[in-house]
Nanobody, 124 residues
Framework: QVQLVESGGGLVQAGGSLRLSCAAS????????MAWFRQAPGKEREFVAA????????YYADSVKGRITISRDNAKNTVYLQMNSLKLEDTAVYYC?????????????????WGQGTQVTVSS
């Protein structure tokens, strides 16, 4: 089993920045790709960004390219999501995800483990 714990969510004004963190523990050697998804009220959970085991490869949803950066610190078993120039439509619960397969362009069906989620609210 793998446990994922997110932190860093909160309330921010449009145009502002937030950094989310996801600490992984357990059988993390089995994980190839780490990712972030988000779910806004009344909408399906959607992919945001993914990063390979080494951190050398990343992949982003078109809606966040240029504004959001995923990174990882393997020494700390932690993945980050740096979000800049936040928009109202970025408001959602953000979930950390882990997958045993090596596909960066992943869907929620490829996820083996989920975190509990952290709320990000962008205000005008």
């Amino acid at each position: 089993q793998v446990q994922l714990v997110e932190s860093g969510g909160g309330l921010v004004q449009a145009g502002g920045s937030l950094r989310l963190s996801c600490a992984a523990s357990g059988r993390i050697f089995s994980i190839n790709v780490m990712a972030w998804f988000r779910q806004a009220p009344g909408k399906e959970r959607e992919f945001v960004a993914a990063i390979s085991r080494s951190g050398g490869s990343t992949y982003y949803a078109d809606s966040v390219k240029g504004r959001i950066t995923i990174s990882r610190d393997n020494a700390k078993n932690t993945v980050y999501l740096q979000m800049n120039s936040l928009k109202l439509e970025d408001t959602a619960v953000y979930y950390c995800a882990a997958s045993r397969i090596g596909l960066l362009a992943m869907t929620r069906y490829d996820v083996d483990y989920w975190g509990q989620g952290t709320q990000v609210t962008v205000s005008s």
